[in-house]
């Protein structure tokens, strides 16, 4: 009898017992996925050999450069799995950069930045995919990068100023080297009379 009992009771548990189906997240179809940059994607923008020096040493700068340079490489997976890396950069990007670079324009456009990581990686990261979301998200962050090195250039580039005085230390410079060079040239085609 209580073997008929053990056997009723484990059958009533198996068949009690439902089969836990695992949750696919919906986000695995669009993993391997890139950000395909638009059409309305802005021309790079070269940073001024004044202003590669004034940022040499500006670390979290070198950092968002090489992820904004490889946003279109990377798969949609690899955002989300480093998206506190990407934000955490960004944030630091806009608390820590140096007094020497920073002014109103600038500071600007570090926000927008971070702004459009941001929402580039929400997009990336919501469980429906939009993958045009993503691609336009993604073009805005690029562009607001490009925003951000023009207003560097802008920065650090010379004033009108600076440049006239720059024309005017080359233009004396050359006028003295001139002048030295008809000097010699005359000198040297002069004949001097021989005393006998």
């Known amino acids: 009898m209580r073997i008929l009992l053990f056997l009723t009771t484990c059958f009533l548990l198996f068949a009690c017992k439902e089969e836990q189906k695992e949750l696919e997240d919906p986000r695995a179809a669009t993993d ?19 202003t590669r020096e004034a940022i040499a040493g500006w670390e979290y700068y070198n950092t968002l450069s090489e992820n904004i340079e490889a946003l279109d490489t990377v798969r949609l997976r690899f955002l989300r799995q480093y998206s506190k890396k990407y934000l955490d950069n960004a944030a630091a990007l806009v608390t820590k950069t140096p ?72 233009a004396d410079s050359l006028a003295t080297a001139r002048d030295t060079l008809i000097g010699d040239r005359r000198q040297r085609g002069t004949l001097n009379p021989i005393d006998n």
């Open 32 to 50: 391997t996925l890139q950000i395909s940059f638009l059409e309305f994607k802005k021309p790079n923008i070269i940073l001024t050999p004044a």
């Open 99 to 170: 007094d020497s670079l920073i002014n109103n324009a600038i500071r600007a456009r570090l926000l927008v930045v971070y702004s459009k990581m941001n929402t580039t990686i929400q997009e990336a990261s919501k469980l429906q995919v939009d993958t045009l979301a993503v691609s336009q998200e993604g073009t805005e962050l690029y562009n607001a990068f490009q925003n951000l090195k023009l207003q560097l250039n802008l920065k650090h580039q010379k004033s009108i100023e600076e440049l006239l005085e720059e024309f005017d230390i080359e």
